[in-house]
């Protein structure tokens, strides 16, 4: 193999060239220019290339390609949120303000009756469960307490009593349970409380309900005996004392539809006047155990709060006959008979059947 020149090895320190690799190790091979095809042979021979210059082939940066697009893209960059009916949203900001009014309207009464309170948690809902520019105080009902009473004994309105404590006509307190009496002396003033059932006046066919105020009075069976038709003309229907031995207790108003009168307990009540049972037992309005009696003509009576019943539905008494004992059941503070009158099955004032006479209701005349 013939060696190389000083004149080849200058060629071989040009910038200008290209490294490879062989099978027999490093060499590389180039084409002189202007060497003949003679010594083109031992030209390209291959020869050992200098390991300080065993460097890559020299290359050119790749060009910046751009592709052009349709202009849209090639899906959503975000998921869209999801969207929510008109309802749930109302529900969660009605949610959201009651929150904020609860806190609000419950720091000033809480704050201002602390002192007064037996429950926390009974404070706080009756704290907020009405309106917030009322201020009043809470009490604990003790024995005998009726709303007029308390009003007498705070000097405020018996209708603020039953507005504040949102009470229905008739009902009554019972021991033990916190009522919120108004600081306002004037406050409830003319208020008119809403009766727990309502009545169209309709006189029809006896009904026999699941209470005094779903039993309804009507045209008799014709086994049944009636009292004195008094033609319209209250005492025309001779009334008796339904407790006698009792002394007057409170009387009938707008927001109370009956007479209360206490005797002790166990006392033994009566008829009013003769006619048919048509309610006795036990219902959730207040009354406890209470019997109603048909007495015909459009007239009948309802006996509440008693401790125990001696008649039932259908049987037919006399003026006088027994039809319980007196006790403090339902919605009360101690015995006594909560007595109605009732015309057309709505309540009336009793006090006309017995001339106006506490005496003659109470059986002291």
């Known amino acids: 193999m013939p060696r190389h020149t000083s004149r080849d090895q200058d060629h071989y320190e040009d910038d200008d060239y290209t490294g490879e690799t062989g099978a027999y190790g490093d060499y590389y091979t180039e084409e002189r220019p202007g060497w003949t095809d003679e010594r083109s042979m031992s ?3 291959m020869m050992p290339v200098d390991s300080r210059r065993n460097l890559p082939a ?93 009003a007498k004994k705070f000097n405020c309105q018996v209708g603020g009593i039953y507005e504040l ?33 309502s009545s169209d006046g ?5 009904t026999y309900g699941t209470s005094s105020w779903s039993s309804l009075a009507g045209d008799p069976p014709p086994e049944v005996s009636c009292g004195p038709d008094g033609h319209g003309t209250p005492t025309g229907y001779q009334l008796q004392a339904p407790n006698k031995g009792s002394h007057w207790v409170r009387g009938f108003t707008w927001y109370h539809n009956g007479v209360d009168m206490a005797a002790p307990a166990g006392n033994t009540i009566t008829a009013a006047q003769a006619g048919e049972v048509i309610w006795a037992g036990w219902a959730n309005d207040g009354f406890g155990f209470s019997v109603k009696i048909n007495h015909c003509n459009h007239v009948s009576t309802m006996y509440g709060h ?47 059947y017995y001339n ?10």
Request: one cysteine or more; a positive charge.
């Open 43 to 45: 030209s390209r021979a």
């Open 58 to 150: 020299k290359r050119r940066a790749p060009a910046t390609v751009i592709i052009q697009g349709t202009g849209s893209t090639m899906g959503e960059p975000f998921i869209p949120r999801r969207k929510r009916p008109l309802t749930m949203r109302v529900v969660v900001i009605t949610l959201m303000v009651c929150v904020v009014g609860t806190g609000l309207f419950a720091a000033a009464p809480l704050a201002a009756n602390s002192g007064a309170l037996t429950h926390t948690f009974r404070a706080l809902s009756g704290a907020v469960a009405l309106r917030g520019d009322v201020n009043y105080r809470f009490y604990s009902v003790a024995a005998g307490d009726t709303p007029e009473s308390l």
């Open 165 to 197: 404590n949102t009470m229905y006509a008739g009902q009554e307190l019972q021991v033990g349970a916190l009522v919120r009496i108004p600081n306002d002396p004037l406050y409830g003033k003319g208020y008119t409380a809403p009766a727990l059932y």
């Open 202 to 206: 309709a006189y029809g066919t006896t």
């Open 306 to 352: 008693m401790e125990q019943l001696l008649v039932k539905v259908h049987d037919v008494l006399r003026a006088g006959d027994p039809v319980g004992l007196e006790g403090s059941t339902g919605w009360s503070t101690g015995p006594h008979l909560h007595f109605m009158v009732e015309w057309n099955n709505v309540p009336i004032d009793p006090m006309p």
């Open 356 to 365: 106006y006479s506490q005496n003659k209701i109470v059986g002291l005349a």
